[in-house]
């Protein structure tokens, strides 16, 4: 379970972010092809956050469609899957998102 030690690695870069201050909310990005699944990242994060700065805190997941443009048409297209296809026939193409793991905001409240 590769979910565990990716949230690990959230907690420590928010705890980090922190500063001091109390984590209110962390903002996270999987992509539907990224091989992490969101309800694993979402049941380890309390866990993990139990006596850190980002302990109570929100976890917002936001899964990201995977996309593609053709290396041979220049369309771009869904690609639900990884055997997906260009709508004209080519799979011959580069992936745009769908791939990514990204922390994309924490929310911190300062020190009083």
């Known amino acids: 379970m590769h979910e565990l030690s990716i949230v690990c690695s959230i907690v420590d870069l928010a705890s980090q972010a922190a500063e001091g201050g109390v984590v209110r909310r962390v903002t996270i990005e999987i992509g539907k ?4 699944a969101p309800d694993a990242i979402a049941f380890c994060f309390p866990e993990v956050a139990r006596g850190t700065p980002v302990e109570g805190a929100a976890l ?3 899964e990201v469609d995977a996309e593609a443009r053709c290396d041979v048409c220049g369309a771009e297209f869904p690609t639900p899957d990884l055997l997906s296809e260009c709508p004209c026939g080519s799979r011959q193409f580069k992936r745009l998102r769908g791939e990514e793991l990204n922390i994309k905001s924490i929310e911190i409240e300062e020190a009083a």
């Open 33 to 36: 092809l990224s091989g992490v």
């Open 60 to 62: 917002d997941i936001r």
